[in-house]
């Protein structure tokens, strides 16, 4: 399971157009084989119009579903440029389809990867692109005397502070990366010397997006 990876939190279009051909690039977030051929089908059918629905997408946390295509555009040219886009971002888990109307001028080979490649870039800074971290969902467990000291750990190691609940207790649940589980658990044992409870809930990605954080299920 990867520690943190880079994927697509909102997909849009993007569009260039070289010597009159327009090459309309729309990216989107696949997490199956399934949904990535749902979405190539899709984009055939609302540009059905249109010479040519390239494609490529990489899926899994090896990209052990990694496929392109050149729809009918010379060997080369088209799918295998935009798949070394994704990877060249290091993106996971998307899919981009590049439609191209033909404008009446060729372009040759080396036109074609460029503009293919132009599109897809054109489509990925249009989207929202987010990096997921592996994380847990930690509910810590203390008394009122112990609660300046677990925010204060919350805040200088940047911990989210998902929820909170006071009663004759107070309940914080954290949003704490994967690799800091040990030295969080660690500090908050130490200041509370050892009264605080902790539970692990569960194991999430999470990301900053929209200005806020996002916590993704497994």
């Known amino acids: 399971m990867l520690e943190s990876y880079r994927t697509i939190y909102k997909g849009r279009e993007g569009e260039i157009v070289e010597k009159k051909s327009r090459f309309i690039a729309t990216v989107r ?125 919350a805040g200088e190691r940047g911990l989210p502070i998902l929820e909170s609940e006071y009663t004759d207790k107070v309940v914080l649940k954290l949003l704490v990366p994967f690799a800091q589980k040990e030295a969080v658990q660690k500090a908050i044992t130490e200041s509370s010397n050892g009264r605080a409870i902790m539970e692990k809930e569960r194991e999430v990605y999470f990301a900053e997006a929209d200005g806020e954080v996002k916590v993704f299920e497994y």
């Open 29 to 153: 977030l696949v997490e199956s084989e399934e949904e990535a051929l749902s979405f190539i089908e899709e984009m055939r059918k609302k540009y059905w119009d249109a010479r040519h629905n390239c494609y490529a997408y990489t899926i899994g946390s090896n990209r052990e579903l990694t496929r392109c295509s050149d729809d009918g555009e010379p060997s080369g040219t088209a799918g295998r440029p935009m798949l070394d886009v994704l990877l060249g971002e290091n993106l996971y888990n998307t899919a981009v389809v590049v439609t191209r109307y033909f404008g009446g001028v060729l372009l040759g080979t080396g036109g074609l990867v460029r503009a293919y490649s132009a599109a897809v870039q054109e489509g990925l800074r249009a989207s929202t692109v987010i990096e997921k971290v592996r994380g847990i969902v930690l509910s810590v467990t203390t008394d009122y005397t112990g609660i300046g000291k677990l925010q204060y750990i």
